[in-house]
């Protein structure tokens, strides 16, 4: 008799779990773009989620993916980005930690993530969160064997309403280990009169953010992640804007 340790979600994920932009980029920022995509393979029914609204902004990161697509054409670096949902894995957060896969986002529960086996953990794991990881370390790893500078950036965005509240702050930069590089890029941006902050609306927990300590920190590279308010990123436009504020500064 067959025991039954696969995964129900075997072959969902075929297709591959990033997309890489020049590759071979002599610029040192590493641009980084972990919740690009809201794409979850339709066999799995938007993971029982069933209010657009509210499954779109838990999905994925609004705007970021245009604004990283944009700095990226604007610097010629390389862009590293996820081509599926945060909801499946969260590709920001070490595997140990609950909301790796997320039994809940915000108010929403996702009933699709609460009673997974360990089979199907482990296949997203090695789906989705390695092949991007091990790519990432790979990047940094050329760079490194080449003698050239890293800088390791990753590009969010958030709710202009959290729990009800309004949030005031257009950006954000957050950070664990460079300081000086982020206060930069705070400066820079709040020269064009818009409100910024340093480790704001969220704060960098080097045991439960993969990015920054893991990629950045830990391996002694400036690295950052930068925040902007989604309803900023709505328009071709504002997102041209957003890339010539930050792009200088990276
Ligand atoms: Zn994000």
Redesign the pocket.
Known sequence: MRESIESAEAGLYAGPAYRLLREDSEYPVLLVC??ASRFIPPALNDLGLDETASREHIAW?IG?LVLAERLSETLGATLLSANYS?LLIDL?RPLHVPDSIPPQSEIYQIPGNQSLNAATREYRQQCLFHPFHDRLRALIDARLADNRPVRVV?I???TPVFYGQPRALEAGVLFGEARGYAQRIVDGLARHSLRVAGNQPYKINPLSDMTVPVHGDGRGLDSVLI?VRNDLLRTPEAVRTWSAYLAPLL
């Open positions: 972990e919740h990161d970021a945060r920001n990753g969010h965005s958030f925040e």
